[in-house]
């Protein structure tokens, strides 16, 4: 009756062993697709100097903003930086150096020289 026990003991023990082996491999993890961090660019250091808290009744940051404006001003949607970030605010902040729409503009005009 031992005998039988341990046989069957082992005969589970082997089996659930067996089963994480045998089960489907996890899902690749979610990110980029392969090759796309080539066409990435970091615009984010053109506007370095933008502030990234949330100005109420704005559509996102003055950083998220810039951002936009630099893809925009790289992407050849807008032709000059100044109407890339026409639609950033012309108010100072207070702490901040430069208003959004003058550090936004500066970006911009180092981009253009940095593509010449």
Known sequence: MKLTTRIVATIAALALSAAPALAKPPHPTPG???GSHAKAKAYGKF????????????KGTPFSQ?????????SGKAATPRA?????????????????????????????????
């Open 47 to 58: 506007c370095q100097g933008e502030s990234k808290k949330h100005v109420k009744g704005q």
């Open 84 to 116: 890339a970030c026409k639609g950033l605010s012309h108010k100072h902040v207070e702490g901040q150096k430069g208003t959004p729409f003058s550090v936004c503009v500066s970006g911009g005009a180092k981009l253009l020289r940095e593509r010449a």
């Open 66 to 74: 810039c951002v936009t404006a630099m893809a925009k001003l790289a």
């Open 32 to 34: 980029p697709k392969a």
